[in-house]
C-alpha cells in the first residue's frame, strides 16, 4: 500500500483506499485524462481539480479517448458509498442552514485536495441530515469540522473490512 502522505494538507494517514482507486484506475486509460462528468483531471499518477492542474492542461484539446469517467462519478453512478454521515438533535434543527453550509465547505475544501473525494448524497430523514460520501476520508472530515465548530457528541465507526466509515454527529 502506498502511504497517504501526498495529500500531507490533511491529518488522515491511516487508510488510502481513496488513493488505491485512483491507482487502479491509472492502467485503464489515457493519461493525461479529464473526467466528462466533474473537473477531475488526471495527470501524473494522480487526480487534481482542473482548476489545480497544468497550465497547458487547462487549456488543453482533449480527444475522445482521453475522456473518462472519474472514480468519484463512477461511485456516484454506482451509489456506493466509503462514508456515512448522520447529523443529529435539536441543534441542527436550530442551526440547519449554518450546519449545511459547513458541509458544503468541507466537501469543496476536501475535493480541492482530492477530487475523488465527493458527496454522492444528501438528504434530510426524520430530521436527521444524511449525506453519503465516497470517501472514508472526507465522512472523518465533516465530523471533525462539527466537533471543532459546534462541540456535540461524535462517534466514528470503521469497518475495515469494507472500507466503510459511520460518523454519527449528536448535539441537543
Ligand atoms: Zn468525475
Redo the contacts with the bound molecule.
Sequence with gaps: MQSAKRYSNTNFTKRVDHEGGAKREEMKHASPAI??????VYDAGR?TLLSAARPELKSRKWSESEKV??????Q?QSGVAGGYVSISGEFFGRHREEITKLVANETTRAREAN?LS?MIREYVENDVLKIETTTEHLAERIGHALKDAYDGETDFDFSHENKVVRVRWHRD
Design positions: 473526467c466528462s462528468h466533474c473537473d477531475a487526480w469517467i472519474c472514480p468519484a462519478c463512477k456516484k477530487p465527493a
